[in-house]
């Protein structure tokens, strides 16, 4: 099984054992021990465990990409249509703009071209690839779109694609995900994505809102490697269906009824047709839910590595609010100069934040081969998640 620790764990009854190194199906592996635990989301807090954890094969991100629509919407073009201002958005939030799609963009198209540069970028073939994951609350088919980019990116073997709906927190579930499939399934190359098109279910009358959403898509590519070339090194993770009436997008009936309902059809049968409502935030609520959780659960992580807070290089979080990643930081003692953010050109972009903002950073030189980044992703569900890992 998989635990909340990152690492594949077999069957032991709980007392300590002697652990020896050992072969596996890809050759022979050294030792690795870690402690861990499996949280618990209602008391949000952290314990040790004596099982020991055992990984025979480690990942490591070895490329990344993103893209964003074309229509750029800025802070002062937003206020021709509802009452805010630049200052008003920019003070409270720290967005100036956001990219929306329109004309012929769809979300699928983004995914691909994300998926492509991180492709590129770990000079791997489309062909070799053994999962797709589409981290997305916002997918072109109820059913999933993660299918239709394995598709579009030509992939002739048809690997495993499927969606993960976490809303914000999806990037960082879909990379456990990933390391989860390469460490327990003998998976070698995982394509993880973030994609999402919140424009699509936002209120663009409510200021509270229609504010931080942007759409926009990030990959990344995990691949397995031996043990001791692991990157990721611990990680963390959490829901509470409690909050969910914090910030939600619940289903809906239209009000259009059924016309079988006048030709003696059984009353409330067949159903009227659906729609999901736009977003529902208490902005106020959620701030407190992230400034307390994300910390936490990023200094679980840590503990799990058997890192201090020191050892960080980068701390890039789910880009929802400046002063969430202010505080988050503070929290940490972590300086500015040390923390990724590009969330005043693009908002919030959910699922596909984290991503993008690692694709910019590694793409300016800023993130470098062999330096260890503290990410968490937190949102709707309410769901959140950190991870400890190293770039490349």
């Given at each position: 099984?998989?635990?909340?620790?990152?690492?594949?764990?077999?069957?032991?009854?709980?007392?300590?054992v002697?652990?020896?190194?050992?072969?596996?199906?890809?050759?022979?592996?050294?030792?690795?021990?870690?402690?861990?635990?499996?949280?618990?989301?209602?008391?949000?807090?952290t314990?040790?465990?004596s099982?020991?954890?055992?990984?025979?094969?480690?990942?490591?991100?070895v490329?990344?990409?993103?893209?964003?629509?074309?229509?750029?919407?800025?802070?002062?073009?937003?206020?021709?249509?509802?009452?805010?201002?630049?200052?008003?958005?920019?003070?409270?939030?720290?967005?100036?703009?956001?990219r929306?799609?329109?004309?012929?963009?769809n979300?699928?198209?983004?995914?691909?071209?994300?998926?492509?540069?991180?492709?590129?970028?770990?000079?791997?073939?489309?062909?070799?690839?053994?999962?797709?994951?589409?981290?997305?609350?916002?997918?072109?088919?109820?059913?999933?779109?993660?299918?239709?980019?394995?598709?579009?990116?030509?992939?002739k073997?048809?690997?495993?694609?499927?969606?993960i709906?976490?809303?914000?927190?999806?990037?960082?579930?879909?990379?456990?995900?990933?390391?989860?499939?390469?460490?327990?399934?003998?998976?070698?190359n995982?394509l993880?994505?973030?994609?999402?098109a919140?424009?699509?279910?936002?209120?663009?009358?409510?200021?509270g809102?229609?504010?931080?959403?942007?759409?926009?898509?990030?990959?990344?590519?995990?691949?397995?490697?031996?043990?001791?070339?692991?990157?990721?090194?611990?990680?963390?993770?959490?829901?509470?269906?409690?909050?969910?009436?914090?910030?939600?997008?619940?289903?809906?009936?239209?009000?259009?009824?059924?016309?079988?309902?006048?030709?003696?059809?059984?009353?409330?049968f067949?159903?009227?047709?659906?729609s999901?409502s736009?977003?529902?935030?208490n902005?106020?609520?959620?701030?407190?839910?992230a400034v307390?959780?994300?910390?936490?659960?990023?200094?679980?992580?840590?503990?799990?590595?058997?890192l201090?807070?020191?050892?960080?290089d980068w701390?890039?979080?789910?880009?929802?609010?400046q002063?969430?990643?202010?505080?988050?930081?503070?929290?940490?003692?972590?300086?500015?100069?040390r923390v990724?953010?590009?969330?005043?050109?693009?908002?919030?972009?959910?699922?596909?934040?984290?991503?993008?903002?690692?694709?910019?950073a590694?793409r300016?030189?800023?993130?470098k081969a062999?330096?260890?980044?503290?990410?968490?992703?937190?949102?709707?569900?309410?769901?959140?998640?950190?991870a400890?890992?190293?770039?490349g």
């Amino acid at each position: 099984m998989a635990n909340a620790s990152g690492f594949f764990t077999p069957s032991v009854p709980h007392f300590r054992v002697k652990v020896r190194p050992f072969a596996t199906a890809i050759g022979f592996s050294a030792k690795v021990v870690c402690f861990g635990n499996i949280e618990g989301a209602d008391k949000h807090a952290t314990s040790k465990s004596s099982i020991p954890r055992l990984v025979s094969k480690g990942c490591k991100l070895v490329g990344c990409g993103s893209a964003v629509p074309a229509l750029e919407i800025s802070n002062d073009e937003l206020s021709q249509i509802v009452d805010t201002s630049d200052e008003w958005i920019s003070v409270r939030t720290g967005i100036r703009r956001r990219r929306v799609l329109s004309g012929k963009d769809n979300l699928t198209t983004l995914a691909v071209e994300a998926a492509r540069k991180a492709l590129e970028m770990a000079k791997v073939d489309s062909d070799d690839l053994d999962l797709i994951l589409l981290c997305t609350s916002t997918p072109e088919d109820l059913f999933g779109s993660a299918p239709q980019i394995s598709k579009q990116l030509g992939c002739k073997r048809n690997p495993l694609s499927y969606d993960i709906t976490a809303a914000c927190s999806g990037f960082v579930l879909g990379l456990i995900s990933a390391a989860c499939h390469i460490r327990g399934g003998g998976f070698n190359n995982v394509l993880v994505i973030g994609a999402d098109a919140l424009s699509r279910y936002v209120d663009w009358t409510d200021r509270g809102t229609c504010i931080l959403f942007g759409d926009a898509a990030g990959a990344v590519l995990v691949q397995g490697c031996n043990s001791e070339e692991d990157g990721l090194l611990g990680f963390d993770l959490h829901s509470d269906g409690n909050g969910q009436r914090h910030l939600n997008a619940g289903i809906r009936e239209n009000e259009s009824g059924n016309a079988l309902e006048s030709n003696g059809s059984v009353f409330g049968f067949p159903p009227k047709p659906s729609s999901y409502s736009c977003i529902q935030m208490n902005g106020k609520e959620v701030f407190r839910f992230a400034v307390r959780c994300v910390p936490q659960s990023i200094e679980s992580a840590l503990e799990k590595a058997g890192l201090p807070a020191s050892s960080i290089d980068w701390l890039l979080l789910h880009q929802a609010n400046q002063r969430i990643i202010d505080a988050v930081a503070t929290r940490l003692e972590l300086p500015s100069e040390r923390v990724i953010s590009n969330l005043a050109n693009y908002g919030n972009t959910s699922a596909a934040s984290i991503p993008l903002a690692l694709d910019e950073a590694v793409r300016s030189g800023k993130v470098k081969a062999g330096q260890t980044i503290a990410t968490a992703g937190f949102g709707a569900g309410l769901t959140w998640g950190s991870a400890i890992v190293r770039w490349g």
